[in-house]
């Protein structure tokens, strides 16, 4: 394993991939994550990613993120999001992606609490369009290295300056590498709770490392769960039915056929809905109805989803589909700045691990990949800038390794230390809480 190197990005997300494209190409980059470099939340990604189509759409895109997100969002946040999305995407477009088109422009879809089409998508699997091509680009730079199956399980520290990071990998070897900037894009918490959309892998490991080395944290509280996953008995990731299906006119049942709620409220109002009619009904689950489409628009549209449903026994054009809320975004997290700079000198928070206030309380639908996206490239922009000035730190004291030698106290320790930050405000994750404590 290399043991110094000038920045190292932990997490392989759009958040670590795009931080690592933004910064100079004359700085060595490790990118470490800990499984395949594709094993990552933003490979998921189904909706879409938001975008401000044109001047005349800035307030109403502002009041939308803002109505969602409870009016608890950081505004300066906000404007630096819809003001660098175009560009954002244009970027993404100069490096192949490739976004559904309509009659030679872009396709706008809409999800809930938005009030007009401003998301664009790559039918049902934006997120593995835009990920894949990150990666692309990422494997043809000879300055960035990616280290897969490896996990960060420490930082190292003096003086609360961060000069690396503490490593185990497959063989359960332990190592470090010293780094002049370390930046955390862990993703979120989804693989602490039971019922998550998330890959189970993403466990908020950069939180607990938060928690032992005084890094503030924010929001802690501010979780959203989902209102529709496919409703499942089996162990294991929920399914997420994204909320462009309810935008293309989906509707909610209960268990008599009837309509309970308008579905494109924001996601909370209607998890809440659902919650609540589920306790009525004496149910695990609600229907969400696509009978008014056919096969071959929901196919061309959803394909992904389509056929996952079929995997099932649902036949979307012709059965009601069982669905249930389950945990799926992070809004709070390591408080950064508009930056992506902690509280510790030297250490970076970039993506849905991080907080600068940008969601408030609760996430607009399709806003957290363009978060990742535009925020991660600030942090990269601003790490190329510290860098120029920076002399290598001294390096932090000699690691006695035996504290991590067993993995699972050490897991165990790590997902309390998140927990017990949670639990520290009022937050409803009934029934979705995988923690017994
Ligand atoms: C099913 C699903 C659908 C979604 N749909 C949309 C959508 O349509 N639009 C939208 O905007 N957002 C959507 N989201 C949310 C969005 O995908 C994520 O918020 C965003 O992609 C997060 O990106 P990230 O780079 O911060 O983290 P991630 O993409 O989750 O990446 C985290 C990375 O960190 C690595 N990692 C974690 N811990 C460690 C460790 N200790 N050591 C080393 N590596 C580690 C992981 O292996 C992974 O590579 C969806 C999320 C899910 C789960």
């Known amino acids: 394993m290399i043991k110094e190197t000038d920045v190292v990005i932990v997490g392989s997300g759009a958040a670590g991939l795009y931080c690592a494209l933004n910064i100079p190409d004359h700085y060595r980059i ?5 499984k395949q470099p594709e094993d990552s939340d933003s490979f998921l990604a189904q909706g879409g990613i938001s975008v401000l189509r044109d001047n005349d759409d800035y307030d109403t895109y502002f009041e939308d993120t803002l109505k969602a997100g409870r009016y608890k969002n950081n505004k300066d946040s906000v404007e630096i999001l819809i003001r660098s999305s175009r560009s954002v995407i244009e970027d993404l477009v100069r490096m192949g992606v490739n976004f559904d088109q309509d009659g030679g422009d872009f396709s706008y879809t809409r999800e809930g609490a938005h009030s007009v089409n401003r998301i664009l998508h790559h039918k049902d699997v934006t997120g593995k369009e ?36 503490v490593l185990r990998d497959k063989e359960n070897a332990i190592s470090t590498i010293s780094a002049r900037a370390v930046v955390w894009a862990t993703g ?29 944290l924010i929001d802690m509280n501010y979780i959203q769960i989902h209102p529709t996953t496919l409703f499942s008995k089996g162990k294991g990731r929920s399914f997420l039915i994204s909320e462009a299906v309810r935008g293309e006119g989906a509707i909610l049942l209960n268990k008599d056929g009837q309509r309970f709620v308008d579905e494109l409220l924001p996601r909370d109002v209607v998890s809440a809905a659902i919650h609540e009619q589920m306790k009525k009904d004496g149910t695990d689950y609600v229907y969400l109805s696509m009978l008014h489409m056919t096969k071959e628009k929901i196919r061309k549209r959803f394909p992904n989803i389509y056929e996952k449903c079929l995997e099932e026994g649902f036949h979307l054009e012709r059965d009601l589909l069982p669905v249930t809320p389950a945990q799926h975004y992070f809004m709070g997290g390591v408080q950064i700045n508009e930056d992506g700079k902690t509280s510790m000198k030297n250490l970076f928070a970039v993506g849905e691990t991080s907080c600068n206030g940008v969601h408030g309380a609760n996430r607009l639908a399709s806003n957290s990949l363009l978060e990742a996206l535009v925020f991660s490239k600030r942090a990269a922009l601003v790490i190329g800038e510290d860098l120029k000035n920076a002399t290598r730190e001294n390096e932090a004291e000699i690691v006695d390794y035996t504290q991590y030698e067993n993995t699972e106290v050490l897991e165990k320790e790590y997902h309390l230390l998140v927990w017990n930050e949670i639990s520290k405000g009022s937050v409803e994750y009934a029934g979705l809480c995988k923690h017994e404590g």
Request: charge should be neutral; include cysteine; glycine fraction near 8%.
């Open 30 to 34: 490790i990118v470490i994550t800990k």
């Open 188 to 216: 979120g918490i989804g693989g602490l709770f039971e019922h998550s959309t998330n890959m189970n892998h993403i466990t908020g490991d950069a939180i607990a490392i938060a928690v032992k080395h005084n890094v503030k």
């Open 130 to 165: 835009i990920t894949e091509k990150l990666l692309e680009q990422v494997r043809h730079k000879s300055n960035i290295t990616i280290v897969p199956f490896v996990t960060m399980i420490d930082i190292l520290e003096r003086d609360h300056t961060c000069t690396g990071v």
